[in-house]
């Protein structure tokens, strides 16, 4: 009988291995022992505890743990847009309360003294700084949801009404 002629490529070139049931087999597989897992990866499933660098031992299985704990609290893009858009809020709301307070002093300044109204002014300025980094500390760890909640609450709790009825302009 005949050998069949080479199996040939796409180039015409001779093939190293003639046999395509090679591919459908398991055979060989195992000549250097078993396969270990390159860094990072883990086994799944069934018999999946006795591939070699699986996470079967304990500072594995605890590394798996921290990393998912950071995946978790990862922010996404949508939220790290909206934190940055509402960051800049909060950082328009304290010149609108800047602004606004200068420009009420003079109106109050006919009823309370430099003495009582400095001190309150600085706070209502430093307000939205104040309230946009307790929102974040107080949150952390929570939900993404609850900490945009408290930052939106922020929002319209903290709108600069000096700013807002008097204007830049004043009188």
């Not at 909206?82 to 006919?110: D, E, F, M, P, S």
């Not at 760890?141 to 807002?164: I, S, T």
């Amino acid at each position: 009988m005949p050998h069949p002629p080479p199996a040939r490529d796409y180039a015409g070139r001779v093939r190293s291995d003639p046999d395509d049931d090679d591919a459908l087999r398991w055979d060989g597989d195992d000549e250097n022992g078993p396969a270990s897992l390159p860094p990072g990866w883990k086994a799944v499933g069934k018999g999946s505890d006795d591939v070699p660098g699986s996470p079967a031992d304990a500072a594995s299985a605890r590394h798996d743990a921290e990393t998912a704990d950071d995946d978790t609290h990862a922010l996404g893009t949508v939220s790290l847009v909206l934190l940055g858009v509402l960051g800049g809020v909060y950082l328009l709301y304290t010149v609108g309360w800047l602004i606004g307070g200068i420009r009420l002093k003079q109106l109050a300044n006919l009823i309370v003294a430099d003495a009582m109204y400095v001190p309150w002014l600085i706070l209502a300025v430093a307000a939205p700084a104040l309230w946009f980094l307790t929102g974040w500390v107080l949150t952390r760890g929570r939900a993404m949801w609850l900490r945009m909640l408290v930052l939106l609450a922020g929002v319209v709790l903290l709108v600069p009404w000096p700013f807002v009825m008097m204007g830049a302009l004043g009188s």
